[in-house]
């Protein structure tokens, strides 16, 4: 049998692998939150270290450790913030609404660890302690959803907006480049009147850049508000006087975010509407990406038998039976993405508005698995998109052309000359012929005050 140590807490005592830097607490939660097989991602891990690194600062300035224990923590924990150590985060996800779990191991990791580097075995608690010393002036309460915000504003810039400058760069290539396409425009599925087809891109750039420069410009803003040194509730006890200040301008000097204290720092922990806020904004483009996917595959559609209007890359065979089928792939994976994000959306809201009871919200864990799932998968979504499918979409400008031609909707630009009724008229004899809306009206012998091909050039109509 592997080595074991014997550890004591308030309920009893337990029996603790002799090699791991977590204690009682983190084995109980092992033994007792079995669920989903996931841990917390890495991002939340060493933005949760970084609040800790925030707050033992603080402790510093107000006098409160002795400098060989705060070397030791700090070296502690820049080795999480290094990648070490990350087998010792093995908590479920699923656990107390609260993070208490997790905020516990983090507290285990960096006191046995200390007490290590100090020269003292692990699991002594002493002289490190996890609650009396890493957890000090703190709580589960406002470190927890103080590390939330970290972390999402950390992937915000990581993942998030690289991915949407890339999508948007490269929009503005393909508007540039169909600049002067025209065709057949449709609404209902039916056709309409004629569009350019730059046009269309630049609806899904111009959505893209409200996202970068609007929404998640004020959700990050609204993240940099923080309940640090709320501690229990709210109530900032046992914690000293501007503690939570002196954490928020250490958060500030790590990451470069403007971070600032909650004025009600009950508020960032009874409810996290921030998050909510977020996760909303992430719901918005994905609905975005999701009709750019859909139209992309639509305009893709055929090669014969569906619209053709667009050529999409051929990046792997699409079928198992059916030789030489090429499949709108890349459009379907960030689909489904989409679908996922929406999915984790609803969850999130749902956290909200049911986990939040009286002074604490319940849920804090699974609103920031959900939100970081959704920054990951939503951001590597769109960089494999717009790297397989639309950077190298081509217009299939013979196509075009010809159904361009073949338009029954250009009879729209008759409205003036004739009216309405006749136009109408007009329309439904050159579909039942399989004529030209051209071809119906010289025949017809109407006059036409101007020229005739000026009028219905579709060129002049977008």
Not at 52 to 77: S, V
Not at 133 to 147: K, R
Request: glycine share 6%; proline share 4%.
């Amino acid at each position: 049998m592997d080595k074991t140590r014997r550890e004591k807490d308030s309920i009893g005592e337990l029996d603790i692998p002799a090699n791991v830097y977590w204690g009682i607490n983190t084995q109980r939660a092992l033994m007792n939150f079995q669920i989903s097989g996931r841990t917390f991602p890495v991002e939340f891990i060493h933005a949760l270290a970084q609040v800790k690194k925030a707050c033992l600062a603080a402790n510093k300035e107000a006098k409160l450790i002795r400098q060989d224990i705060f070397d030791a923590i700090e070296k502690a924990i820049d080795e999480v913030l290094d990648g070490k150590h990350s087998d010792q985060f093995p908590i479920d996800i699923f656990q107390t609404g609260s993070g208490t779990q997790t905020n516990m191991n983090m507290n285990e990791v960096l006191s046995n660890r200390a007490n290590e580097i100090l020269g003292h075995p692990r699991g002594s608690n002493s002289p490190v302690h996890p609650n009396n010393t890493v957890n000090m002036s703190q709580s589960s309460n406002d470190v927890i959803p103080t590390a939330m915000h970290v972390s999402v504003l950390t992937m915000f810039k990581t993942h998030l907006f690289p991915a949407l400058a890339f999508l948007k760069n490269t929009l503005d290539k393909k508007i540039e480049e169909f600049s002067t396409i025209v065709k057949v425009g449709r609404t209902h599925l039916q056709d309409a009147v004629p569009i350019s087809l730059s046009t269309e891109f630049e609806v899904y750039r111009s959505q893209i850049e409200t996202f970068i420069s609007k929404d998640l410009s004020i959700a990050s803003e609204t993240l940099t508000i923080l309940p640090i040194g709320g501690t229990a509730l709210g109530t900032g006890l046992n914690a000293p006087a501007d503690f939570g200040e002196h954490a928020a301008k250490e958060l500030r000097k790590m990451t470069g975010y403007d971070f600032s204290v909650n004025p009600v720092k009950a508020e960032g922990i009874s409810s996290h509407k921030a998050i909510v806020r977020a996760s909303a904004a992430l719901r918005n483009i994905a609905l975005t990406c999701m009709k750019l996917a859909n139209d992309v595959r639509w305009m893709g559609s055929g090669p014969r038998a569906g619209l053709g209007e667009l050529i999409l890359p051929a990046n792997e065979p699409g079928s198992s039976i059916m030789p030489g089928k090429i499949n709108p792939t890349q459009s379907e994976a960030l689909i489904q993405v989409c679908l996922q994000v929406i999915g984790n959306d609803t969850t999130i809201a749902a956290a909200e508005g049911f986990g939040s009871i009286l002074d604490l919200n319940v849920a804090k864990p699974v609103m920031i698995v959900n939100l970081l799932d959704s920054i990951q998968f939503l951001s590597n979504g769109i960089d494999s998109f717009t790297k397989n499918c639309l950077a190298g979409i081509k217009a299939n400008e013979e196509r075009i052309k010809k159904e361009l031609d073949r338009s029954l909707m250009v009879v729209t630009r008759l409205s003036p000359f004739i009216g309405y009724d006749k136009a109408a008229e007009i329309a439904k004899t050159a579909h039942s012929t399989g004529k030209t809306i051209r071809e119906v009206v010289l025949e017809s012998g109407l006059k036409i005050d101007g020229d005739l091909d000026d009028i219905l050039d579709p060129t002049k109509m977008v």
